[in-house]
């Protein structure tokens, strides 16, 4: 896993997709695996991410994951995580495409040192066009956007400004002849307004992994009566509260106006039964 790889793009385990685009780089650095032929998707979107966005991009991620896709994205804090981290979760694989050097110490952002071993450990693949000991700069990391959705069947913005680097990645999957698709949210956000200018541009409104596989002509997966899985009546008023969305605890205690420590362990074992997710700050919602 330590080993850094130099692939040529004559080599035939180059990515065939990646070959396919204007200017593709001679020379990817790789740690871990790729696969010439698979079928990836890119989620991408802004580092600084609401409870909504961390919720749509796990789900998304995760179910994609199930359906089949490599998951890829750039590392970076906020949603390129979740989709990373959801895709983990479920021990399916992720390549994360970087803006600097694949050793250790450029390895960029230090926060995120751990998930790329852990990316490693499961199966993954961590990609760069640039050699070991390189830096990331403010020329970098755009360009390293064009190898994310030059992988990529299509590339999903979840949240994201109007002036942001998901949005450069939509852009070069539109050179490139990629789907393009993005989460509508609300209308006063600053997260969503990148993605409300994709879709009045024509990119396909996703509300969930169905509308990406609908788009990408594969199999739809079959939902399941996630709501019939609770034991009990406490239960199910939790998981309801949470069905529109995620919300902190003080609010799931004054939606189903059970006592708060009650709240609190239905929680943790609903946490723990994989129904309910912890999005930080107390903030929960439905592990879909």
Request: proline residues 5%; aromatic residues 6%.
């Amino acid at each position: 896993m330590k080993e850094i790889k130099k692939v040529t793009i004559k080599d035939k385990n180059y990515p065939k997709l990646l070959k396919k685009i204007v200017n593709p780089p001679e020379i990817l650095y790789v740690r871990g695996e790729i696969f010439p032929e698979e079928k990836c998707f890119a989620i991408v979107g802004t580092r600084r991410c609401s409870a909504y966005g961390k919720e749509i991009a796990l789900a998304i991620a995760g179910e994609l994951a199930e359906a089949g896709l490599t998951i890829v994205s750039g590392l970076a804090p906020g949603i390129d995580t979740f989709a990373h981290r959801a895709t983990l979760e479920r021990d399916k694989r992720t390549i994360a495409v970087l803006g600097t050097g694949l050793d250790e110490e450029s390895i960029y952002p230090r926060s995120n040192l751990s998930l790329a071993r852990k990316i490693l450990e499961t199966g993954g693949g961590l990609i760069s066009e640039y050699p070991p000991g390189t830096s990331g700069s403010k020329f970098t990391f755009p360009q390293r956007n064009r190898i994310i959705s030059g992988l990529s069947l299509g590339v999903l913005v979840v949240e994201a400004k109007r002036k942001s680097g998901a949005l450069i990645t939509a852009e070069w999957a539109k050179k490139q002849g990629r789907k393009i698709l993005a989460v509508p949210g609300p209308v006063h956000s600053l997260n969503s307004q990148g993605c409300h200018y994709l879709i009045k541009k024509g990119a396909e409104l996703v509300e969930n992994a169905n509308d990406v596989l609908r788009e990408l002509s594969l199999p739809q997966l079959t939902r399941t009566g996630f709501f019939e899985k609770a034991e009990n009546s406490e239960e199910q008023l939790i998981l309801g509260a949470l069905k529109e969305g995620a919300l902190e605890i003080d609010k799931i205690i004054e939606k189903t106006n059970l006592f708060p420590q009650r709240v609190a362990a239905l929680l943790a074992i609903l946490e723990i039964e994989g129904k309910v997710r912890n999005l930080e700050g107390n903030i929960y919602a439905l592990k879909r």
